[in-house]
């Protein structure tokens, strides 16, 4: 059995992973396909960078969802749900706090405002992949909380002396 302390480290490991690997695919190498294909007016790259970063993004969205599966745990869950959430409605909290509309000076005071600029400028690409990685783990956080309260449950109705 491996340690807590290895299993949350790999519970935290395994959606970074996936979130940068995401977002790097998206920002570089669709990027890049879309602008070859506006100089050469050749799509094909561009179509095929833009499936393999779907591909890429459900696998991210998938080896989340196995490891919260296999961690089951209510922290992780949290965080999870909390990470996820954050990055899946960063461009809301952007576009509410961090923009100047009208000329209106932005909600949040700037630290704040260039955190959440800087947050959606890395994560949004052409395909937005991170945000379907993000959402997997908001969607694994649920079931994390949902995992870990039904198992509390099963175990206080097992009697262990009659194991």
């Not at 290895?6 to 190498?29: C, E, H, Q």
């Amino acid at each position: 059995m491996i340690s807590r302390p290895k299993r949350l480290a790999i519970a935290a490991f395994v959606p970074f992973m996936a979130l940068w690997i995401t977002a790097w695919f998206d920002g570089n190498v669709v990027n890049e396909a879309v602008a070859q294909a506006g100089l050469n007016y050749d799509i094909a790259p561009a179509s095929l960078a833009y499936s393999v970063s779907y591909l890429i993004a459900a696998g991210g969205g998938l080896a989340v969802a196995a490891v919260a599966w296999w961690i089951r745990d209510q922290i992780v869950g949290l965080v999870y749900l909390v990470v996820g959430g954050f990055i899946l409605f960063d461009g809301y909290l952007v576009s509410r706090l961090a923009m100047s509309v009208n000329g209106a000076p932005p909600a949040a005071p700037e630290p704040i405002a260039s955190f959440l600029t800087q947050v959606m400028s890395s994560t949004m690409g052409r395909s937005n992949g991170a945000l379907v990685v993000a959402a997997a783990m908001v969607l694994a956080g649920f079931a994390s909380f949902a995992l870990a309260g039904r198992e509390e449950t099963d175990l206080e109705g097992t009697d262990p002396a009659a194991a």
